[in-house]
Structures are given as C-alpha cells and as structure tokens.
C-alpha cells in the first residue's frame, strides 16, 4: 500500500527546482532579492561582532548583541541547509569556496559554546559578501583572476628564489648583528636579530631595537637601502608575468572567434590558417 501523507515527487521536486532557483540563481526578481537580502544581513552580523568587541558598547547592549548573533546564526544555518537540500550536488557545493565559506560563517557561533573567544571569529562572514558579483553582474571581470593566478603560477619559481635570497639575507645580517651588537642593545639572540633584519629590510622600522655602534648602524643603513630595491623586485617579476599572461589570454580569446565557415570547428591555434577539422582556410578576425 503506498503512503500519501506527504507530498508527491513531482511536487517536492518542483519546491526543491524553485529553492535552487531562488538560492543559487540571480537572473530572476526573487533570486535577486534573496541575494541582495543576503548582502544586506552578512553585513549587519559583521557590524555586530564588531561592536561587540568594543567594551563600552558590550556593557551596555551585550547581552541584545549577542541575541542579534545568534538570530544570524541561526538563519544562516538554515540558508546552509537550505542550500545543500537544493544544490544539483551537495557534496560538491560543500567541497566548493562558497559552500566551506558558508559553512565557516556558521561554526564560530557553535564553537563559542565550548571556547567564548571563538564567536569574534564570525566576522570571518564577509568573505560571503563576494556574493555581491553576482548581484551586481561583475561576474564578466572576475575573469582577470584567472590572469593574475596565470601570472603568478608562471613566477612562482622566480618569486622562490628572490625568498630565498631575502631570508639568506636577514639570516646572516641578523647573525653579525647578534655578535656585533650583543645583549646591551637588545639583540638577545639570533632569531631576535634576525627579526630586527626583517623589519629593517622591509622598512618597517618598529624601533623597539635599534643598533648602537657604528658599524652596527652603518649596516643597518645599507639594509634600509637594500630593502628599497628588494620591494621592487617582486612587484617587476609578478608584472612582467602579467602582462605575458594578458596577452596569452588576448590569443586564446581571439583564436575563440575563429570560426570554420565549412565545419563550424572553433578554438583554433591562434597562427592557424587552416582549420584543423576540414582543411579549409581560415579567415582572419580583424583588430577591434
């Protein structure tokens, strides 16, 4: 005998296909909205959490603050459920940015209960404001992501070297310092030392230990000067990449356009002058 207390397949699927729409879409009225809606509170929880760190206003409204995060916590929650009963594949929005995004926006409040310092990490919610290029149809320019991690995927062994040097560097710098130096001036030990090279490398300049004699001070300034020239060479390297990695996309994008006129093959080699489907010549797109 079947049972019929509750709704039909074809009615829980539609309510499910109706939630992904409104959820994980945004070119309808109400997915727009929800999203919108979603920006606005992901940003009023992160306000929260900051006033509640700020002593005065804890001891005045703490215990409405700490109310207003547990509402939040509790309808994100639910939105998380929501849309892992909705998604095309729960596991794989789980495993997806935005689903562990989601999930890290929730647990704080949870954790709090067994460790009180844990709930200020919630303002870990506004990674969920990436949401908002959706929303707002930027979508088409977070393409340029996919240049600069091209970019910095092709320097990456060059950016390894430069850290390697900068920390053979600080390592030995710090080093001469510590015997230079010594304990009266506050260089207590290698890795203190090496800590002062790094802040002086970088220009920082803190000043909680300084170098007191003279050939202590006068390595200290070629080490000012050194750092000038270091913070370049990363900045150029990345650069060069950049505009490499441009370019390559330009290629691939332009190949894209170039389309058969006898078989309809796309995506060819961006020198190709015939296609490589039929052998016929290809056109040429023309410089925009």
């Known amino acids: 005998m079947s049972d019929d207390s509750g709704p039909g397949p074809r009615d829980g699927g539609e309510w499910r296909l109706w939630l992904r729409r409104v959820i994980f879409g945004h070119d309808t009225p109400a997915g727009k909205a929800f999203d919108v809606v979603l920006i606005l509170a992901i940003l009023t929880s992160v306000v929260v959490v900051m006033l509640d760190s700020v002593e005065r206003y804890a001891l005045r409204h703490g215990p409405a603050l700490r109310l207003a995060e547990w509402l939040f916590t509790i309808i994100f929650t639910i939105e998380y459920l929501l849309r ?26 949870y954790l709090a209960l067994f460790f009180p310092g844990g709930r200020y990490l919630i303002s870990i919610r506004i990674l969920r404001i990436l949401r908002v290029f959706r929303v707002l149809k930027l979508a088409q320019f977070v393409g340029g992501e996919r240049v600069i991690m091209d970019a ?25 310092l510590y015997v230079v130096e010594g304990a009266e001036a506050g260089f207590t030990s290698i890795p203190r ?37 270091m913070i370049a060479v990363p900045t150029g ?35 190709a002058e015939f296609c490589k489907s039929c052998g016929r010549e290809l056109g040429h797109v023309e410089e925009s």
């Open 152 to 176: 910095l995927k092709a320097s990456r062994h060059k950016i390894a070297v430069f850290l390697i040097t900068v920390v053979t560097v600080v390592v030995v710098v710090g080093s001469v």
């Open 237 to 271: 390297i990345v650069t060069v990449e950049m505009a490499a990695a441009s370019r390559s996309a330009a290629s691939r994008s332009k190949a894209a356009l170039r389309t058969c006129a006898g078989c309809g093959q796309r995506r060819h080699d961006p020198d």
């Open 84 to 109: 892992l009963y909705s998604a095309p594949s729960a596991r794989r929005y789980a495993t997806s940015f935005y689903g562990v995004i989601d999930l890290l926006a929730v647990l704080p409040s």
């Open 193 to 229: 030392s090496v800590y002062w090279a790094i802040v002086t490398l970088t220009t920082v300049g803190y000043g909680d230990i300084a170098p007191q004699t003279p050939f202590g001070q006068m390595l200290a300034s070629l080490i000012m000067i050194l750092g000038y020239g």
